[in-house]
């Protein structure tokens, strides 16, 4: 479908695999590596085809975060990275319109652990970690950390997270509600497939509404919310999807 040298890309049934294809270096975000996610994240969105994304990496690590390799730079030059090139892939990313399932193979590391936060699903092997490890390089969080972690685990978690930059074990993520699951190693891929595989049967529009409402509920009013409630399930009942599905369950 789309080739990359830093990213491995396929489709096949309504779901789209991006593997970050950097394992030795854990799979470390250089700029190669954010230009190339911008550009298939953005053709992901458009495609109508793709109902699913799962994003995994390739290797022992999900993701180590920013190439510290890279970092060697002015300030001046670190900003206008972060701001024009980061944060210009990480947009695309939150604008996703198809649900997004994080299979976290292994370390997810600052920038890493941002990319799984910001999936819709985070799914992990039981030898995983996530870290917000950038104030141990003193840097604060960003690719979105400071607004995901928060609502993930509450506000008292995030902090000490990212104060101490301690790593959380997979299991003690999924005790803290943030994450969606562990499995081991072998069947973490198996295992993912088969949520996404779950999710391409049913109506991508309604995946859609759902994800985009659920996003904007922590900014929204009781008010709103009931307002895009009513437009979401107007505009899904004129849907044939729905008039199947509604037809399907009618017959059971």
């Known amino acids: 479908m789309m080739d990359f040298d830093n990213l491995d890309v396929s489709v096949e049934d309504g779901?789209?695999?991006?593997?970050?294809?950097?394992?030795?270096?854990?799979?470390a975000m250089?700029?190669?590596?954010?230009?190339?996610?911008?550009?298939?994240?953005?053709?992901?969105?458009?495609?109508?085809?793709?109902?699913?994304?799962?994003?995994?990496?390739?290797?022992?690590?999900?993701?180590?975060?920013g190439d510290?390799?890279?970092?060697?730079?002015?300030?001046?030059?670190?900003n206008d990275l972060i701001t024009r090139v980061s944060h210009q892939w990480f947009r695309a990313f939150a604008n996703l319109p198809q649900p997004v399932i994080a299979a976290v193979n292994g370390p997810a590391a600052g920038a890493g652990c941002s990319l799984a936060l910001g999936s819709d699903l985070i799914y992990a092997s039981e030898s995983a970690y996530f870290t917000q490890s950038f104030s141990a390089i003193g840097l604060a969080p960003d690719q979105g950390s400071a607004y995901h972690l928060p609502r993930r685990v509450?506000?008292?978690?995030?902090?000490?997270?990212?104060?101490?930059?301690?790593?959380?074990?997979?299991?003690?993520?999924?005790?803290?509600?943030?994450?969606?699951?562990?499995?081991?190693?072998d069947?973490?891929?198996?295992a993912v497939r088969g949520k996404a595989r779950a999710l391409?049967?049913?109506?991508?529009?309604a995946l859609q509404m759902i994800k985009r409402m659920l996003n904007r509920s922590f900014e929204s009013t009781l008010e709103a919310?009931?307002?895009?409630?009513?437009?979401?399930?107007?505009?899904?009942?004129?849907?044939?999807?729905t008039r199947q599905a509604i037809g399907a369950f009618l017959k059971k």
């Open 15 to 27: 779901i789209c695999q991006v593997t970050l294809n950097r394992p030795e270096k854990f799979n």
């Open 30 to 65: 250089s700029l190669a590596l954010r230009k190339q996610m911008t550009a298939c994240l953005q053709r992901i969105a458009g495609d109508t085809a793709i109902r699913v994304v799962v994003l995994t990496g390739a290797g022992r690590a999900f993701c180590a975060g």
């Open 68 to 78: 510290i390799s890279e970092f060697e730079c002015s300030s001046e030059e670190l």
């Open 154 to 185: 509450g506000l008292a978690r995030a902090k000490e997270m990212c104060f101490f930059a301690d790593r959380v074990s997979a299991p003690q993520a999924l005790e803290w509600g943030m994450i969606n699951g562990v499995f081991s190693a």
């Open 187 to 190: 069947a973490l891929m198996d």
């Open 200 to 205: 391409s049967l049913k109506s991508p529009q």
């Open 225 to 241: 919310t009931l307002d895009m409630e009513a437009a979401a399930q107007s505009f899904l009942f004129s849907t044939e999807g």
